[in-house]
């Protein structure tokens, strides 16, 4: 077997081939010797390589697998952090939204109330005025009428007064005609046709007067019908309360959805060789170099013969 404690490389080497330390060493054995030792030589360092190779690499993914774990932590926990973030937001403008919606609601129904009460205030006023106005219109039509008939009545009152004078002086005439026989007759057909001129004259007079009295009458009763139909006109209409604003109402909520946990990422297994193999390589190429050195029609060393 072969001792890695042995000082002797070639006393190794021989034992391990189960020769004789007797056997006389020739040039041929001793370079086969030599070769065999330098095989199980390498074979040794490649084992011992392959060792520490396959602990590094090990060693190499148990670290990237421990980053893998704490990235996919630190991501998942940003994630949530920021979904938390987003939603905490959104519900905070939801409700900003709908309280500012809710205060333009108020105070558009309070300028829509002052405006219906200042509507109202306009049109009582504009009920006053119109009351006054056809009140004042009644008035200048009955001070127009009473004017136009007191005017018409005095007409008449200087027509009587006309009259009686003409018959005053009817009577005188009749008198003094009756003084004078002589020409009674022709006096009398003179007085007779002098008061007739007179009463046609007086009862023309009165007509045209009567007629300026219904001309006049007529003409206040049509500036009234206008005057009337103006204070009309300028009367509001009745203002109507407008239909109440629609209030404000939240809709529904957007739908949040956590966010999914991130999972380490995937690191490929470290990569393992099997440390017997340079081992076995060694120990198969040192058989082979002293395999080399034996003479194979006799079977033994080049040289033992």
Known sequence: MFNPKSNNLLDDQLAFSGLEMGIVITPALALAGVSAGASIFGGIMGASSASKQNAANKKAYKKQKKLAKKQAELTNEYNLTSFLAEKKDYFAARQFQYEMAAKQWMYDTAIQDYRYIQDLKAYGASVENY??????????FQSARDSQLASFNETLDAAAFEKQGMM????????????????????????????????????????????????????????????????????????????QLMMPVMGPAKTFIEPMKVSPGAIPPPKYTNPMAPLIGGIGGAASALSGGINPKSGKFYGQE
């Open 168 to 243: 005053v002086e009817s009577l005188e005439a009749k008198g003094k005609a009756s003084l004078q026989q002589a020409s009674r007759g022709k006096a009398m057909q003179a007085l007779a046709a002098k008061q007739g001129r007179d009463l046609a004259v007086l009862s023309a007079s009165l007509t045209s007067s009567a007629e300026e009295l219904q001309r006049s009458l007529f003409d206040a009763a049509l500036q009234k019908y206008g005057a009337d139909m103006q204070a009309k006109a300028n009367l509001m209409v009745m203002p109507e309360r407008m239909p």
């Open 131 to 140: 009351e006054q106005q056809m009140m004042y219109n009644n008035i200048a």
